[in-house]
Structures are given as structure tokens and as C-alpha cells.
């Protein structure tokens, strides 16, 4: 049977679009929920979400005009992977 680790995802996108999750908060909880996630995810799925939470976290270190990637885009990268994700199963 399917976990619903990935379920509350989206909230966690949520409270982080409105600053009431912060950056490593997020990504420690997406990188939790695709480990738990039962049955397993195929390994480009976890490649995929490590790239863009890696791309996430690397934004922080720039202001938003500096960093040649925007952390909305990302942001909107990891719900186009959830979407996907809980598509699988």
C-alpha cells in the first residue's frame, strides 16, 4: 500500500510562498517525505527533486537579481515534481 508521504507537500509550499517556513525547513521536509515514501521512488525521481531542492537552497545564497535561476521558478519546479510523483502511484 502507497504512503502518503508526499500529501502534505504542497502546505509545506505554501507556508514557505507566504514566510511562514523557512528555506531548510522546506527542503529537510521534501527530502524526508520522498525517503519515506513507500513504495520507493524510482531513483531519477530522487535525482530530479535533489537537483531542484539543491538549486533551492542555493538560491538562498544570492538576492533574488543576482542568482540566474528565481526562487519562484523553483518553487514552482517542485510542485511540477509532486504533481508527477503522486502520478506514479
Avoid at 525547513?25 to 524510482?42: F, M, S
Avoid at 537552497?57 to 543576482?66: N, P
Wanted: contains cysteine.
Amino acid at each position: 500500500m502507497p504512503s502518503d508521504q508526499l500529501n502534505p507537500l504542497p502546505a509545506t509550499l505554501d507556508a514557505f510562498r507566504q514566510g511562514a517556513l523557512p528555506l531548510n525547513a522546506l527542503v529537510q521536509q521534501w527530502r524526508a517525505a520522498a525517503e519515506g515514501h513507500e513504495p520507493a521512488l524510482p531513483q531519477r525521481y530522487r535525482d530530479v527533486l535533489e537537483r531542484i531542492l539543491t538549486q533551492l537552497e542555493s538560491s538562498a545564497l544570492f538576492s533574488e537579481e543576482s542568482c540566474s535561476f528565481s526562487q519562484t521558478d523553483i518553487v514552482n519546479a517542485l510542485n511540477d515534481w509532486w504533481v508527477k510523483a503522486r502520478a506514479l502511484g
